[in-house]
C-alpha cells in the first residue's frame, strides 16, 4: 500500500492557528482528502485537494500542497475548542492496483486548551 | 444532502448471535464501502461494492457477509464474531468507484459501535 505519515499530537491555544502535517509516497496524480474525526463519531470530509493545485481555502481552512516534497498541511484559523478531534489525512492514487482505495494516515490528535 | 445513514449506532452481541449492520445513502452514489476501525487507528478496509457487485474484497473472514439489495443499501450481516471484532464500523460512499475523479470521493456515516462478548 501507500506510506502516508502524519504527526500523532498537536497542542494549540483557543484562537491561534493549528498547522497539521502530512506527507504521502505516492508519485501519481491524486486526490489528498482531510477528514475530521471526533470521539464516537464518524469520518466528517474537511476539504480536499487534486495534486496539480497548490492551495485550496474554504473558510478557516487553508490546504497547501508541495507536489515535490509531497508534502500537505491543513492550516485552521482561530483554532476553537470544537476543533478538539483526530484529523486524517488521505491520499486516493490514480493508477495500478491502488486505484479506488483511500490511503489513510494515523490520525493527528488535535487538541485545543482554552 | 452528502449523508449516509447507519443502524445501529451500538450493538452488543454474543459470540453465537446473528446480526447485521445496516447502511443507507440517498445521493445516487454507485459505490458503497465497509471500514472497520478500531480505537486510536485509521478505518481499515474491509468491502467494496461498486453498481450494487462486490468488487473488493480485502480477505475479510467469511463471518462477516456483505449485502447490496440495492444502490442505495449496504448490510454488513455478523455470525459467530469473536471479541477481537469489537470495533466501530463505518460506511462510506461515493459517487463513483475506480474513475480518479472528484466523484470518488467518499462520505462516511457515523458508525456503528460493535461489542462482541
Known amino acids: 500500500g501507500e506510506d502516508v505519515e502524519q504527526s500523532l499530537f498537536l497542542s494549540v491555544r483557543e484562537g491561534d492557528s493549528s498547522v497539521i502535517n502530512c506527507t504521502y509516497t505516492?508519485?501519481?496524480?491524486?486526490?489528498l482528502y482531510w477528514y475530521k474525526q471526533e470521539p464516537g463519531a464518524g469520518l466528517q470530509l474537511l476539504t480536499y485537494i487534486f495534486s496539480n493545485m497548490d492551495m485550496k481555502q474554504d473558510q478557516r481552512l487553508t490546504v497547501l500542497l508541495n507536489k515535490k516534497d509531497k508534502h500537505l498541511s491543513l492550516r485552521i484559523a482561530d483554532t476553537q475548542t470544537g476543533d478538539s478531534a483526530i484529523y486524517f489525512c488521505a491520499e486516493s492514487p490514480d493508477r495500478g492496483s491502488t486505484l479506488g482505495r483511500l490511503y489513510f494516515g494515523r490520525g493527528t490528535q488535535l487538541t485545543v486548551w482554552p | 444532502d452528502t449523508e449516509v445513514t447507519q443502524t445501529p449506532k451500538h450493538l452488543v452481541m454474543g459470540m453465537t448471535n446473528k446480526k447485521s449492520l445496516k447502511c443507507e445513502q440517498h445521493?445516487?452514489?454507485?459505490?458503497m464501502y465497509w471500514y472497520k476501525q478500531k480505537a486510536k487507528k485509521p478505518p481499515e478496509l474491509m468491502f467494496v461494492?461498486?453498481?450494487?457487485?462486490?468488487?473488493i474484497n480485502e480477505s475479510v473472514p467469511s463471518r462477516f457477509s456483505p449485502e447490496c439489495p440495492n444502490s442505495s443499501l449496504l448490510n454488513l450481516h455478523l455470525h459467530a464474531l469473536q471479541p477481537e471484532d469489537s470495533a466501530l464500523y463505518l460506511c462510506?460512499?461515493?459517487?463513483?468507484?475506480?474513475?480518479?475523479?472528484?466523484?470518488?470521493?467518499?462520505?462516511f456515516g457515523p458508525g456503528t459501535r460493535l461489542l462482541v462478548l
Open positions: 445521493m445516487g452514489h454507485r459505490a
Open positions: 505516492d508519485s501519481s496524480s491524486t486526490y
Open positions: 461494492y461498486s453498481y450494487e457487485k462486490l468488487s
Open positions: 462510506a460512499s461515493s459517487q463513483t468507484w475506480r474513475t480518479s475523479r472528484e466523484e470518488e470521493t467518499q462520505y
